[in-house]
DNA sequence: CCTCTATGCGTTC
DNA sequence: GAACGCATAGAGG
């Protein structure tokens, strides 16, 4: 991951460090507890605030499912597909997002309006 | 529907 | 070191 960089300090000295993979985790699983329940976000979109690549996002995602209160669910392909889920079949992933209120069209994708952009979401863009 | 490619990082030789 | 595998995306046919 190129861009992300982890400040700290250290015996009174500020630290520029590269993140390591557990905190772009973190950071990844900070973003999407912000999803609100009826929308989903794509994997592009959370690699775009973090300066990195979708791979990567779907990366952190797959490796920490274990906890159940990140709704990672929501975080789906760009073209409406719902992706990959580990530990449970795809076919239950969206059931949840369905169960949660989420449109999907007769091809089986995210209905469009339930996209969020998270960068406006959170402000970071207008 | 399909294929191909760019991409970052862990795992396993 | 190199090769491989992923919960991707986007372009092209």
């Known amino acids: 991951l190129q861009g ?5 300090v250290k015996n009174n000295k500020l630290v520029v460090e590269r993140a ?3 905190d772009i985790c973190e950071v990844v699983y900070a973003l999407v507890s912000l999803i609100p329940q ?3 976000v794509s994997y592009s979109c959370i690699a775009r605030i973090l300066g990195t690549t979708p ?3 779907a990366w952190c995602l797959r490796r920490n499912k274990l906890l159940i209160a990140i709704p990672c669910h929501r975080v789906v392909y760009s073209d409406g597909r719902v992706g990959g889920y580990t530990g ?8 949840l997002l369905e169960y949660e ?3 999907f069209e007769a091809n089986d994708r ?10 406006k979401y959170l402000g970071l863009k207008h």
């Open 20 to 22: 390591s993979m557990r």
């Open 110 to 119: 995210v209905s469009r309006g339930c996209f969020l952009d998270l960068e």
């Open 88 to 95: 449970a079949s795809t076919l239950f992933k969206r059931q």
């Open 101 to 103: 209120g989420v449109l």
């Open 38 to 40: 009826g929308f989903v």
């Open 55 to 57: 791979r990567l996002v």
């Open 4 to 8: 992300l960089i982890v400040l700290s």
